[in-house]
């Protein structure tokens, strides 16, 4: 057997075993995630040594058949994967079909053979023709098994919803092509799909060291011929904020000492949790979106393009078989998303 494959198989027999830890690894939102008609992924991986499920859901139970058509039910649903490399951004794609009320758990490394890394989007179709379709019934679930330091953590994608009128199930509403312009990909603009968040949040995190470590992981929309230029604010449990910035194409990942050595010295109080510990919390913001020239990409207006970005960040405890992990808060207003999987084509 491959060696990946392998590797993610044994990432599927470890689940019944990662039943317990995964149950209480869930960070509590403000707001209950909603389904959607999109979800997007921030991270798969299948690098040696890791494997990926990626778990979808349709919560749509309807199991009436469609007028004049005999082989289509109310809640059929064709599933686009759209898997993007974290290095290069390209992307494989496939499709697959749940009937009402099903679920589809897939390994990573076996539904997409051609890319250890990345991110995907999951986009609901209609099961006639395969256009987009407003369909906000998907949920879903990612686990991650990292087999050479024994441990696993899970996290929900990002769910949007799509924003056009949904009608009558059978009438398989496209949001593009009823409201959109027309160009067969979801675009976050809030006419189409919801907005992306303007700023993300980290909120909370050990600092690192023998005890403790992270895994940070950014993805943009922007495609591979934007660089997506990013600045932090790292802030301590007293108040003290650590100033950083970061460039990256398409999708990084990575601890947070690996941006700001204050991660690992975080000079709060540590006596504020007890046990020598200290904890902090992080802002990320998009500054500004470049060409590959690096000049600031601007819109219609002259605006400075601000990056569309999503993440999940994982926190772990070193020496133990337990993690956690969730996808980022979004905060601070919204912004365009702009589309997948090559950006704004404004931006030509």
């Known amino acids: ?33 909603m389904a959607g008609s999109v979800l997007i992924f921030p991270l798969y991986d299948s690098s040696p040594g890791s494997g990926s499920i990626i778990c979808v859901t349709n919560t749509q139970t309807s199991n009436l058949r469609c007028p004049g058509n005999d082989d289509s039910l109310e809640g059929d649903v064709r599933l686009h994967y759209s898997y993007y490399n974290g290095e290069t951004c390209r992307e494989f794609d496939r499709y697959e079909y749940l009937t009402p009320g099903d679920t589809l758990c897939v390994i990573a490394d076996e539904h997409n053979p051609e890319g250890d890394r990345g991110f995907l989007v999951v986009t609901a179709n ?17 686990i991650v ?28 509403n496209d949001p593009d092509a009823l409201l959109g312009d027309g160009d067969g990909a979801p675009d976050f603009d809030g006419t189409e799909y919801d907005l992306f968040p303007r700023e993300l949040a980290v909120p909370t995190f050990f600092e690192e060291g023998d005890r403790f470590g992270n895994q940070l992981t950014l993805m943009s929309t922007a495609g591979d011929r934007y660089e997506n230029e990013i600045r932090y604010l790292i802030y301590n449990n007293v108040e003290d904020p650590y100033s950083r910035s970061q460039t990256f194409v398409c999708w990084w990942s990575g601890p947070l000492s690996e941006i700001s050595a204050s991660a690992s010295n975080l000079r709060g109080d540590p006596e504020e949790l007890g046990r020598n510990t200290q904890t902090g919390w992080v802002s990320i913001r998009g500054r500004a979106l470049r060409d590959q020239a690096g000049n600031p990409v601007t819109d219609g207006g002259g ?16 020496n133990t078989d337990y993690a956690m992990g969730d996808a980022l808060y979004g905060r601070d207003g919204t912004i365009d998303g702009l589309e997948m999987p090559f950006g704004n084509r404004d931006f030509d």
Request: include cysteine; glycine fraction near 6%; charge should be negative.
């Open 1 to 33: 057997m491959h060696t990946r494959s392998r590797l993610a198989t044994f990432a599927f027999l470890a689940l019944s075993l990662a039943a317990a830890l995964l149950a209480c690894t869930s960070t509590v939102h403000a707001e209950t995630p």
């Open 126 to 142: 209609s099961p006639e023709g395969g256009g987009l379709w407003h369909f906000n019934h998907l949920i879903g679930q990612a």
């Open 145 to 172: 098994v990292q087999s050479d330091l024994n441990f696993s953590w899970s996290y929900t994608p990002l769910s949007f919803l799509a924003q056009s009128a949904a009608g009558d199930l059978c009438d398989r």
């Open 303 to 318: 605006d400075t393009v601000i990056p569309p970005i999503l993440g999940v960040f994982m926190q772990l405890v070193k």
